[in-house]
């Protein structure tokens, strides 16, 4: 039950933070409060003893009901994909907190940047309950509401404290990109919220046709009915096209470039991590087990759509002279493989796009995160005007090129572990066919393309020495602390995938589509 | 005894990163040789271990991916070749860490550090991949080499060719080992396991289009890696780093990791034609056509880079007719002599500061220590009798004219010959015979000790060709064929007759070999395709669809917001705050409606 604390404990640190006006509380607390939630999720681990072999399924808790001829309760579930999710989940948090505690000496007034931090902070606590309700909701209203609660502050967050870009537009539509401001931080916040607005209209009238229809908002009184009951096409398009969005599927994907561009590092270190994976925690959570038999039917078109973002994702990241967008166009060519992967409807398939995400979180995270900090110390994130870090800042140097490695599958960092299980599952779900063998090909040019944009980076920004470096500017302790948590799970999971998978355990059956 | 061994060069790297951090903080000023005086040690201790425990080390495996369905444990197995090769991978190892200590002493701490710890990692995953008896564990040790040379060739880095060509081995080798990855998971769905024997046996019992397929992605990543035809362009421009990496990664180890994977999945080579014959022809051209560039070539490391490439070719040529253990016996013997001749370039061109042979014309004496081993490596690379480049050459010769046709034979002969002139051009070019110098002869040796001493060794053990040719075998346990001295004699001899041939008439030779040096130039110089194809299809392609992404897609998505903006900035003109437009709109409002009431009730 303690578990359910990772939903309250935010509520503290935003409160106190609302009351109180003490830097290092501002600065600190909610850090030590994300990080008390991240504990209480290895007690619950360690209590139900899901690494050694246990016969743990899932962990319901009904509080009370709201709309009792609907089904409509405030019911949680907590099962051991979610477990894992809401470890994700925390890192992400704790990680963009990490990340805020430089904006205090930007330029304004000491006092009004610690207003901007409060309040950032604030808006990263609402984000970490949206999300962990939204992870282990058991009720279509339930994920809903707080999947409202995530989106909401996004735009506040982008708003006021993003980024100007610079941005050459041509073509066509040359007159309505210059109409709308391109690249400007307003253009970012109103694109992403009107995208995800949108998108979230479409789940939202998807979801209400699937539980009236159903007669029932709770997930597992749906996945017992009959399928014919449920399986409607336009339930499912609605319900595609909402998650295809929010996990910036082909073509619904423009949010994410400009939205990562604009916004400050800890909401791209946030949408990366876990708020581009909400459209795939709906598709674990709702589309594939309770429709299952009309998600089978257009699999061929989620693996199309899936192929597509992988290689044009890499594509579109090979010229971009943002590091931000590099690494944007990056999680969207990312976020590919998981839809592939969860096509395969095979159990090596399922692990590998759970371990995708788990691995894909992490690995973004410390991406955005070392970029936010070239961009701190350097000024700039152009990879035509960096040179010379290796030399000049070789710690923050070795975590990006860590990331960059492990993003193209290195052996032993945990990329290596999903892509392999990825790409086995593909083989094995086509059988041993042409077919198959051209379906490999698809993630593996993800690799390779993968390999050219970031080692292009990393050799641009890097390793060129360009001129004499004159003095050692290096991240601070803190930076280091979490960038080194990062890099050790990316590791760990890497050197010992069978414990995560001992967590999953069998939680695959309810993916696979009959 | 295996986990103690395994343990031992795990932790080279680390303890570099323990003596960096303790000599960051706590040790200011200390002598930067240290960074290399510890891992010597350890693979000391390794080479010892291995040398006196050699037949009775088992095997050691360890869980990896354990999941449901897939379960890979990476395994390492103690057998003679595994060990051999290990042995021969420390023994030049050692020496290039004993030359790196002083030939990188100018730089500062950092790099120091940067330079030992991407080397002692290069170093322990060379020795697990030659170690590593399943697919996954050399696939995995096969991507730490790759990482490694990356860093190691861009350590120049404020030279923008080095970091080109870095980036370009790096994305190059990097192609193969996807295709290698690919290949490693179609075998890996049909025999359910990784281990080289299970494989062997699957893929023997099994040859069908689909392993086949597999086995050719196989090929290709061994291709890269080797260097191989159409793959050549990355290892001579990987010639920009440091001379002990050239020597070390670019000579001995890492390019002929390939050979070491095909000799230990040959018993199933012979089951896949195609793979088998295209493992001979890709061998055959490649030392075809590098033999001749490379005495087109001025660079002394070019020279040897391509020389590298031609041996690499002659190792493919016997794993290609069945015959893996001849092709095992050259990767022995070659990596002695090369990388005893690379150190010795580098020497030369740290004291000389050039690079071309040309301008280091006389530059070395016959009768100094360098100039002897000098003189013993241009001979074992050319092949000639006793020492250790010979007896491979002639084995896989004789094996080849036996078994092969008319055309491959005459090809195989031409590269030799080729061999021959230029390992003779290298050598009288850059020696100058002078008598009674013998006075200066220790002179050297006072502050070049550290230069000296692998020199020699490595020159010791391409002298002694009897001795490594009976260690090999007596190792491995197996014998060749014997060489009669006619056939000895008949091979030798145009050998050693070209050899002295070039040294008198080597203008004329020159003119004679100008209209095949264009050909193998028009062949060997590729470059520039890869450069167009990288042009096109990344610069180009990508430039394209990220503008299609920025202007199309992202205007496309924007023309609805567009189309409600301008609507109602239209809408908002009704609203102009004068009385009489909204009583004249409301006027000709209430007509309208008049007149619809009118036609819907038919007045």
Same mark, same amino acid.
């Given at each position: ?514 | ?11 080279? %790297? ?6 960096? $951090? ?16 510890? %891992? ?32 890979? %444990? ?17 023994? *030049? ?136 035809? %159409?793959?050549? *362009? ?155 480049? =010979? ?23 031409? =590269? ?74 008949? #091979? ?18 020159? #003119? ?5 040096? $264009? ?20 610069? $180009? ?37 004068? #009385? ?24």
């Amino acid at each position: 039950m303690s578990v359910f604390f990772v939903l309250i404990l935010p509520l503290i640190s935003i409160i106190t933070l609302c009351l109180n006006n003490n830097r290092n509380v501002i600065r600190y607390l909610p850090i030590l409060i994300s990080t008390l939630s991240l504990g209480i999720i290895f007690q619950f681990v360690f209590k139900n003893q899901l690494i050694s072999e246990s016969t743990f399924d899932s962990l319901y808790v009904n509080f009370y009901s709201l709309l009792p001829i609907f089904d409509v309760n405030m019911s949680f579930k907590i099962d051991r994909i979610s477990v894992l999710l809401l470890f994700l989940s925390q890192i992400t948090i704790i990680t963009a907190f990490f990340s805020t505690l430089k904006i205090a000496s930007n330029g304004q007034s000491l006092d009004e940047s610690y207003t901007r931090l409060k309040q950032i902070n604030i808006w990263i606590s609402f984000i970490s309950i949206g999300i962990c309700g939204l992870i282990i909701s058991s009720n279509l209203f339930v994920f809903f509401l707080f999947y409202e609660v995530a989106a909401v502050p996004i735009f506040l967050m982008i708003s006021t404290w993003g980024y100007n870009l610079k941005r050459e537009v041509s073509g066509p539509f040359q007159k309505i990109l210059k109409h709308f401001n391109v690249g400007t931080r307003e253009y970012g916040s109103y694109k992403i919220t009107i995208y995800l607005f949108v998108a979230s209209i479409l789940i939202f009238f998807g979801l209400a046709i699937l539980g009236i229809s159903a007669g029932s908002f709770e997930i597992m009184n749906i996945s017992n009915l009959d399928s014919y009951k449920i399986n409607s096409n336009l339930v499912f398009w609605l319900l595609l096209i909402g998650f295809g969005t929010h996990s910036a599927l082909w073509p619904f994907h423009t949010w994410a470039p400009d939205g990562h561009g604009t916004a400050p590092t800890a909401g791209s270190i946030i949408f990366a991590g876990i708020l581009m994976k909400i459209g795939v925690i709906g598709f674990i959570k709702i589309l594939i087990p309770l429709m299952n038999e009309i998600t089978l039917d257009y699999s061929n078109l989620i693996i199309t759509l899936a192929s597509i973002n992988i290689v044009y994702g890499a594509f579109t990241a090979l010229r971009q002279d943002d590091l931000k967008y590099v690494a944007a166009y990056a999680s969207l060519s990312h976020i590919g493989y998981i839809f592939l992967a969860l096509m395969t409807n095979n159990k090596t398939g399922i692990d590998g796009a759970i371990f995708q995400i788990i691995s894909h979180g992490l690995i973004i995270c410390l991406l955005f995160f070392t970029v936010g900090v070239i961009y701190r110390i350097k000024g700039t994130r152009l990879i035509s005007e960096l040179n010379s870090m290796l030399d000049s800042s070789p710690i923050l140097s070795s975590f990006f090129i860590f990331s960059a490695f492990a993003s193209i599958g290195f052996p032993l960092t945990s990329g290596f572990v999903s892509e392999f299980m990825i790409i086995n599952g593909i083989y094995k779900s086509f059988e041993p066919t042409n077919l198959g063998i051209l379906l490999i090909c698809i993630p593996t040019l993800g690799i390779l393309l993968t390999t050219v944009y970031m080692f292009r980076a990393v050799k641009d920004c890097f390793i060129t020495l360009a001129n004499k470096i004159q003095q050692i500017i290096d991240m601070d302790k803190d930076e280091i602390i979490i960038c080194f948590v990062l890099c050790f799970f990316i590791l760990f999971i890497g050197l010992f995938p069978s414990i995560i998978q001992d967590i999953l355990n069998e939680s695959y059956k309810g993916l696979v589509m009959k | 005894m295996e986990k103690f061994f395994l343990f031992l060069i795990l932790i080279v %790297p680390f303890t570099v990163i323990l003596l960096h $951090q303790i000599n960051q903080r706590y040790v200011k000023d200390i002598d930067l040789k240290v960074y290399f005086v510890l %891992p010597i040690m350890i693979y000391l201790l390794g080479l010892f271990l291995l040398l006196t425990n050699s037949s009775n080390l088992g095997s050691y495996e360890l869980n990896y991916i354990d999941i449901h369905s897939i379960n890979i %444990p990476l395994t390492f197995l103690f057998n003679s070749s595994n060990i051999l090769m290990s042995i021969v991978v420390l023994l *030049v190892s050692l020496c290039v860490l004993v030359y790196s200590s002083k030939f990188i002493s100018g730089e500062n701490l950092y790099r120091h550090f940067r330079y030992s710890l991407f080397l002692t990692v290069f170093i322990s995953s060379m020795v697990f991949f030659s170690l590593s008896n399943d697919l996954l564990s050399s696939f995995i040790f096969w991507e730490f080499l790759g990482l490694c040379s990356f860093f190691l060739i861009a350590f120049y880095n404020h030279d923008k060719k080095a970091i080109y060509s870095s980036i370009m081995a790096f994305w190059l080798t990097r192609l193969g080992d996807l295709f290698f990855l690919m290949g490693l998971i179609i075998i890996y769905f049909g025999s359910s396991s990784m281990g080289f024997d299970e494989i062997n046996k699957f893929l023997s019992t099994t040859p069908n289009s689909f392993n086949n397929m597999a086995f050719i992605f196989i090929l290709i990543g061994i291709l890269t890696k080797c260097a191989q035809y %159409p793959f050549t *362009v990355w290892l001579p421009r990987a010639m920009k780093g440091p001379t002990p990496i050239s020597a070390l990664i670019h000579s001995a180890t890492m390019v002929v990791a390939g050979i070491l994977l095909l000799y230990k999945m040959s018993p199933s080579i012979s089951f896949f034609p195609f793979v088998q014959d295209s493992i001979l022809y890709i061998g055959l051209i490649t030392s075809l056509l590098c033999a001749i560039y490379a005495l087109y070539e001025d660079d002394l490391k070019a020279v040897l880079a391509y020389s590298t490439l031609s041996h690499i070719g002659f190792m493919m040529i016997p794993l290609g007719q069945n015959s893996q253990n001849l092709g095992f016996f050259h990767l022995y013997s070659h990596s002695f002599f090369k990388s005893l001749l690379f150190l010795i370039a580098g020497y030369l061109i740290i004291k000389y500061n050039e690079n071309s042979i040309k301008k280091l014309k006389n530059k070395l004496t016959l009768f100094s220590p360098v100039g002897i081993i000098f003189t013993i490596g241009c001979l074992s690379l050319a092949g000639i009798f006793p020492l250790t480049g =010979s007896f491979s050459k002639e084995h896989i010769i004789i094996n080849f004219l036996n078994v092969e046709g008319y055309i491959p034979s005459v090809i195989l002969i031409i =590269s030799i010959i080729f061999t021959c002139l230029y390992s003779s051009k290298l050598l009288f070019n850059v020696i100058k015979i002078e008598k009674n110098n013998f006075s200066n002869f220790f002179n050297s040796f006072n502050n070049e000790l550290l230069y000296l001493v692998p020199i020699t060794f490595l020159g010791i053990l391409s002298l002694l060709g009897f001795f490594s040719q009976n260690f090999y075998l007596n190792f491995l346990n197996i014998s060749f064929e014997e060489i009669t001295i006619i056939q000895l004699l008949s #091979i030798q001899l145009p050998i050693i007759f070209i050899f002295i041939l070039n040294y008198f008439y080597e203008e004329k030779i020159k #003119i004679i070999t100008n209209d095949i040096i $264009q050909i193998s130039k028009y062949f060997i110089e590729i470059e520039n395709i890869y450069r167009t194809l990288y042009r096109n299809i990344f610069v $180009q392609f990508g430039k394209f669809i990220g503008w299609f992404d920025r202007n199309i897609i992202d205007g496309i998505i924007n023309l609805p917001p567009y189309f409600i903006v301008n609507l109602s900035s239209y809408f908002q003109k009704v609203q102009n705050g004068f #009385i009489r437009g909204y009583a004249s709109k409301f006027i000709i409002i209430i007509i309208f409606v008049i007149i619809i009431l009118g036609i819907s009730y038919n007045i």
